[in-house]
C-alpha cells in the first residue's frame, strides 16, 4: 500500500474537498481519501503507483492547482499502537 499526499491550492470549503476527493475517487479508486482545506492537502492511499501526472491534470481540470505529489509506504495504524504510542515519552 502507498499513501501519497498531494499539496493542493484553491481548496477554500468543505465543498471544496469533496470536489477534491470526488475527483480522486473517480480518478484513480483509493482504498482511503481525505482532503483539508485548511491545509491544502489531500491523502489517499492505493494498492499501486499512480500516474501522478494524469493526476494532476484531473484535479486541474476541476479548477484547483496541485503544488506537489509526494508518496511514501502506507503503515496501517491500529488502536493498540494508537494507544501505547500515549505512553512514550
Known amino acids: 500500500m502507498i499513501e501519497y499526499t498531494v499539496s493542493i491550492d484553491g481548496m477554500m470549503?468543505?465543498?471544496c474537498e469533496a470536489h477534491i476527493n470526488d475527483t480522486i475517487r473517480k480518478t484513480i479508486h483509493p482504498e482511503k481519501v481525505y482532503s483539508s482545506h485548511k491545509k491544502a492537502?489531500?491523502?489517499?492511499?492505493?494498492?499501486?503507483?499512480?500516474?501522478?501526472?494524469?493526476l494532476q491534470r484531473s484535479i486541474e481540470e476541476t479548477g484547483y492547482r496541485v503544488i506537489g505529489i509526494q508518496h511514501k509506504p502506507y503503515v496501517k495504524?491500529?488502536?493498540?499502537?494508537?494507544?501505547?504510542?500515549?505512553?512514550?515519552?
Open 13 to 15: 470549503c468543505e465543498m
Open 41 to 54: 492537502i489531500s491523502t489517499f492511499v492505493t494498492k499501486d503507483e499512480i500516474d501522478e501526472a494524469y
Open 77 to 89: 495504524k491500529s488502536i493498540l499502537s494508537s494507544l501505547l504510542g500515549c505512553f512514550k515519552k
